[in-house]
T-cell receptor, first 113, second 115 residues
């Protein structure tokens, strides 16, 4: 079963605009992670936010976590064509990760030059 | 460091054939996992390992076997390939992190087609 569900499934924007992707999950977690996947490539870890954190920044990325609503959002500011990729949220499977993550279906982001 | 490597990159099998997908990491990570990715399905966990000699099943283990004889290697065996196993397979590793939080490092994937 899918723990995380991303919304929207696809997002198309112009360069310079902001992109926001949302993730909802079902069970209690101790962290939530976001990954990026360029076409035909493996996933790359972007950012991890712990359950006691509400917001985290990394460069042009901003992640929020609302444990009461069981949701997270990923904001990419001033997007670039190189940000075109699929973005996945992932949550630990069974409390702590121990190398096990449950992924959502992903959001396909297209940034037009 | 090479990170996580996977071989082969592409493979075509006939139904009933067996094969092994190779995965290796040179980061001395304790945890390793195998996922499959199908269109519209995200990634689903097949098997994982928390250390040499220790493996366990994930969400979709049927038709696959794993073993972990060394920290570095985590091969995935398809026992008798079926068309339903056509997918892209990713191996990942992660270090032991604090507070149960583990960032995963992914290999480039193996694209498998079963005819």
């Amino acid at each position: 079963s899918q723990q995380g569900e991303e919304d929207p499934q696809a997002l198309s924007i112009q360069e310079g605009e902001n992109a926001t992707m949302n993730c909802s999950y079902k069970t209690s977690i101790n962290n939530l992670q976001w990954y990026r996947q360029n076409s035909g490539r493996g996933l790359v870890h972007l950012i991890l936010i712990r359950s006691n954190e509400r917001e985290k920044h990394s460069g042009r990325l901003r992640v929020t976590l609302d444990t009461s609503k069981k949701s997270s959002s990923l904001l990419i500011t001033a997007s670039r064509a190189a940000d075109t990729a699929s973005y996945f949220c992932a949550t630990p499977n069974g409390g702590t990760s121990y190398g096990k993550l449950t992924f959502g279906q992903g959001t396909i982001l297209t940034v037009h030059p | 460091n090479a990170g996580v490597t996977q071989t082969p990159k592409f493979q075509v099998l006939k139904t009933g054939q067996s094969m092994t997908l190779q995965c290796a990491q040179d980061m001395n990570h304790e945890y390793m996992s195998w996922y499959r990715q199908d269109p519209g399905m995200g990634l689903r966990l097949i098997h994982y390992s928390v250390g040499a000699g220790i493996t366990d099943q994930g969400e979709v283990p049927n038709g696959y076997n794993v073993s972990r004889s060394t920290t570095e290697d985590f091969p995935l065996r398809l026992l008798s390939a079926a068309p339903s196993q056509t997918s892209v397979y990713f191996c990942a590793s992660s270090p032991r992190g604090r507070g149960g939080s583990y960032e995963q490092y992914f290999g480039p994937g193996t694209r498998l087609t079963v005819t």
